[in-house]
């Protein structure tokens, strides 16, 4: 089974920066796409930034141009380089791997524990 560690999350003032890891583990997988999710209080859980194994990248309209996703496939590792956070961007924060176990090509979806982001002043 593979599973997620997520670090990273924390408290920062309005305009601060944060950046958020979270790295699989397992054996015999492959990883396709790796993302981040956010669910705050009361509301649905929202996609944030998704990336390919090819490093495409796709990001929620509410971030994009402030929170960048990158992955080190060596290391089976995605990270969210969040800067100019917002009182909104405030929710705990999920990390989500799609791949497939090359025993078999089950595929599988992941999901980590999550991590809090607080912005506030």
């Known amino acids: 089974q593979v599973q997620l560690v997520e670090s990273g999350g924390g408290l920062v003032q309005p305009g601060g920066s944060l950046k958020l890891s979270c790295a699989a583990s397992g054996n015999g997988f492959s990883i396709n796409f790796m993302g981040w999710y956010r669910q705050a209080p009361g509301k649905e859980r929202e996609l944030v930034a998704r990336i390919t194994r090819g490093s495409s990248t796709n990001y929620a309209d509410s971030v994009k141009g402030r929170f960048a996703i990158s992955r080190d496939n060596a290391k089976n590792t995605v990270y969210l380089q969040m800067n100019s956070l917002k009182p909104d961007d405030t929710a705990a924060y999920y990390c989500?791997?799609?791949?497939?176990?090359?025993?078999?090509?089950?595929?599988?979806?992941?999901w980590g524990q999550g991590t809090q982001v607080t912005v506030s002043s």
């Open positions: 989500n791997v799609d791949g497939f176990y090359r025993d078999g090509l089950r595929d599988f979806s992941s």
